[in-house]
């Protein structure tokens, strides 16, 4: 006989129930009640670093193995909703374990990505404004200066998009390792202490290392997107140069 999803619980069997799965609950169970609305479970937090929760077998307690329920209906029902109750802690002690791993692991590979994500965006305003003065007049008496000043730009700017990623790829690892926990990206991150990693470009960890993209992907890793910008860039300077009759091209 299968009590399926919904029962119901008297306190009294809820105090027998808990009292016979004693030996068998998590460690870090802390509080373990019944409410209107079902079964409510705490735990001590969780690390991420222990084992896996592992639901132990009770088919050899005397007070919680099989009885039919021919044999004893009464007993039958008790132990039938003391194993769904012990499902049900370790399923919620699982689901508390996987976020505390995700949360572990990003916080292991994180390291110095704000810091890296502020040269960038520095970076990225400093090559914005040497692009941006090209179409200035006051460029044009010093044109060949200004392109080595945004080719210098350019360069910085890829290095720190390339320096990004390399962290940006270990996050992406992280989400993948963890896609079955219930926090998301950014609640995951904002909970390993980086709520600002919500504006970080984190790309497919598929993209990662490749040597070349298709026009539709997305998710991109930074330094594809910052080479792309660059070719925009070479593109438009370069025709400046040719219809201008300019000799600085880039």
């Known amino acids: 006989m299968s009590l ?6 008297t306190p009294e069997e809820l105090k027998e129930i808990f009292a016979r799965l004693q030996p068998y609950l998590p460690k870090n169970l802390t509080r373990f009640e019944g409410q209107s609305y079902g079964l409510h479970f705490e735990f001590a937090p969780f690390t991420g670093r222990e084992e896996e929760p592992s639901q132990p077998s009770t088919y050899e307690d005397q007070k919680l193995n099989y009885v039919s329920l021919s044999e ?9 909703k003391a194993g769904v109750v012990l499902d049900k802690v370790y399923e919620k002690a699982r689901e508390q374990w996987r976020d505390a791993a995700y949360v ?13 994500w502020k040269t960038y965006q520095q970076e990225l305003k400093a090559l914005e404004s ?10 044009a008496q010093e044109w060949p200066s200004a392109v080595s000043r945004l080719i210098d730009a350019q360069e910085r700017t890829k290095s720190a998009g390339i320096a990004f990623d390399e962290i ?12 079955y926990a219930d926090l998301g990206h950014d609640a995951a991150l904002a909970a390993a202490g980086y709520p600002a990693a919500r504006e970080w470009p984190i790309a497919d960890t598929r993209h990662y290392g490749k040597n070349s993209y298709g026009t539709y992907d997305t998710h991109l890793p930074l330094a594809e997107r910052t ?8 593109a438009h300077v370069g025709k400046v140069g040719r219809l201008s009759g300019a000799h600085a091209g880039i």
């Open 4 to 9: 399926g999803h919904s029962f119901k619980i």
């Open 72 to 80: 004893n209906e009464a007993e039958h029902l008790l132990r039938e």
């Open 104 to 116: 572990a692991d990003l916080k292991d590979v994180v390291g110095d990505a704000p810091a890296r």
């Open 130 to 139: 040497a692009y941006a003065y090209l179409r200035m007049s006051e460029a």
């Open 168 to 179: 940006a790829r270990e996050i992406s690892r992280a989400h993948d390792k963890h896609l």
């Open 227 to 234: 080479r792309r910008v660059i070719e925009e860039q070479d």
